[in-house]
């Protein structure tokens, strides 16, 4: 089964711009594989943020956007607020079914 | 608008079945796909299968190693539900499960499965 790789946790200054990445031990993430990102806070359902790469929800803030960076998938967050501290997670899909890669703790200070 | 509620989850004793609902609202979930995924505490999120409606009307289902054999999804047309049925349940599967439709990706609020002594 493929490993989906992503930082455990970042760190942003409020404000500040922070990228999150998402790999794959199966080879560069593509298009084909419709990276998901996923937001979710303690206690709360998964709230997805992007999907199909780049696609944003109408709840998505403006400041959240996704996108293909070198090999892998990436979540770019540009003007962090304290709201966006949480867990992120990357969803990839695969042949076989879908992965979720292990998570990214964002702190916001 | 769209709304996904999860239903069935307890307390079920180690080997035995459990059968979780989604109640799918504001459309009509044979058009998505439609996904499981759980959350054991303290853990991150883990997807556990997924189906689709093909042309034909037939569906396709794909499930996690760790489920496979022992979980079916499983959907009704006339009620707009999905369901997840589980069997020879272990300790390793208490977690919240979610029902979600991909794309763009609704998710349920869960519901609790403890499986116990």
């Known amino acids: 089964q493929a490993v989906v790789t992503q930082e455990p946790s970042l760190t942003v200054s409020p404000g500040g711009t922070v990228t999150l990445t998402c790999g794959s031990s199966?080879?560069?993430?593509?298009?084909?594989?419709?990276p998901y990102w996923i937001q979710q806070k303690p206690g709360q359902a998964p709230k997805t943020l992007v999907y199909?790469?780049?696609n944003i929800h109408s709840w998505t803030p403006a400041r959240f956007s996704g996108s293909l960076l070198g090999d892998k998938a990436a979540l770019t967050l540009s003007g962090a607020q304290p709201e966006d501290a949480a867990e992120y997670y990357c969803?990839?899909?695969?042949?076989?079914?879908?992965?979720f890669g292990g998570g990214t703790k964002l702190t916001v200070l | 608008e769209v709304q996904l509620v999860e239903s069935g989850g307890g307390l079920v004793q180690p080997g035995g079945s459990l059968r979780l609902s989604c109640a799918a609202s504001?459309?009509?979930?044979?058009?998505?796909?439609m996904d499981w995924v759980r959350q054991a505490p303290g853990k991150g999120l883990e997807w556990v299968g997924r189906?689709?409606?093909?042309?034909?009307?037939?569906?396709?289902?794909l499930y996690a190693a760790s489920v496979r054999g022992r979980f079916t999804i499983s959907g009704d047309d006339s009620k707009n539900s999905l369901y997840l049925q589980m069997t020879s349940l272990k300790t390793e599967d208490t977690a919240v499960y979610y029902c979600?439709?991909?794309?763009?990706?609704?998710w349920g609020q869960g519901t609790l499965v403890t499986v116990s002594s």
């Open positions: 979600g439709r991909l794309p763009p990706g609704h």
């Open positions: 504001g459309f009509t979930f044979s058009d998505y796909h």
């Open positions: 189906t689709t409606k093909n042309t034909g009307d037939k569906y396709t289902t």
């Open positions: 199966t080879g560069p993430v593509t298009s084909g594989q419709y």
């Open positions: 199909d790469t780049s």
């Open positions: 969803f990839l899909s695969y042949s076989g079914g879908m992965v």
